[in-house]
């Protein structure tokens, strides 16, 4: 079975411009989450996804969004980039809200 | 209230030792405990979990004990390998939200 996949991997933009990241979910997986990891702050929940719902949000501004598909798919959108927003973005699914997590290999987002 | 404090931050043990990382919290709605394991450049995997009705839980060489009076758990590695280094994470969650600990980079000398 494949695992959680995100693209891309790399990612290099400059402040003010925007960023879309995509997660394609474990085949039966409906909730995906998003986690924000840097050196400084360590691994941050950022929303979770299930049934194309957020659920449940982390404490992050508003120029952090998502959205999931009908096919579980999900993205995550940053506008107007800050230095700061310079991360490990991870996305993990599960195949329902109490089941346990299966976290992807992440997009490495540079801010420059 | 939601922080899970880990410790230490970074642990060195010779092949075969045991490796002892622990994690303390303060939210008693915590229902689920996993431990992560992460190499460079990869995603978190998770290693083993356990729920707070259960005081120990142990999968092959790794094992965690908890302690819900103290508010406190652990993870031990038995017979440590060069290929256990890695950082690993604790984690809680409550509400279908995981709160993570700062990470242990967890060396193992040949």
């Known amino acids: 079975k494949a695992g959680v996949t995100q693209t891309p991997r790399y990612l290099i933009k400059t402040r003010g411009q925007q960023v879309t990241l995509s997660c394609s979910p474990i085949?039966?997986?409906?909730?995906v989450s998003w986690y924000q990891q840097t050196p400084g702050q360590g691994l941050q929940f950022l929303f979770e996804?299930?049934?194309?719902?957020?659920?449940n949000k982390g404490n992050f501004p508003g120029r952090f969004s998502g959205r999931q598909f009908s096919n579980s798919r999900s993205e995550m959108n940053v506008s107007t980039l800050e230095l700061g927003d310079s991360a490990l973005y991870l996305c993990?699914?599960?195949?329902?809200?109490?089941?346990?997590?299966?976290f992807g290999p992440g997009t490495r987002l540079t801010v420059l | 209230q939601q922080q899970v404090k880990q410790s230490p931050q970074s642990l060195i043990v010779q092949k075969g030792g045991i490796s002892i990382i622990n994690c303390a919290y303060e939210?008693?709605?915590?229902?689920?405990f996993p431990w992560y394991q992460q190499f460079p450049g990869k995603g978190p995997a998770l290693l083993i979990a356990?729920?707070?009705?259960?005081s120990e839980k142990k999968e092959g060489r790794f094992t965690i004990s908890f302690n819900k009076s103290a508010k406190q758990f652990s993870l031990h590695i038995m017979d440590s390998q060069p290929g256990d280094s890695a950082t690993y994470f604790c984690?809680?969650?409550?509400?279908?939200?995981?709160?993570f600990g700062s990470g242990t980079q967890l060396t193992v000398l040949p």
């Open positions: 356990i729920r707070p009705d259960v």
């Open positions: 085949s039966g997986h409906r909730s």
């Open positions: 996804y299930f049934s194309e719902t957020q659920r």
């Open positions: 984690a809680a969650e409550s509400a279908r939200q995981l709160t």
């Open positions: 939210n008693t709605a915590f229902d689920y």
């Open positions: 993990a699914s599960r195949i329902g809200p109490d089941n346990e997590q299966f």
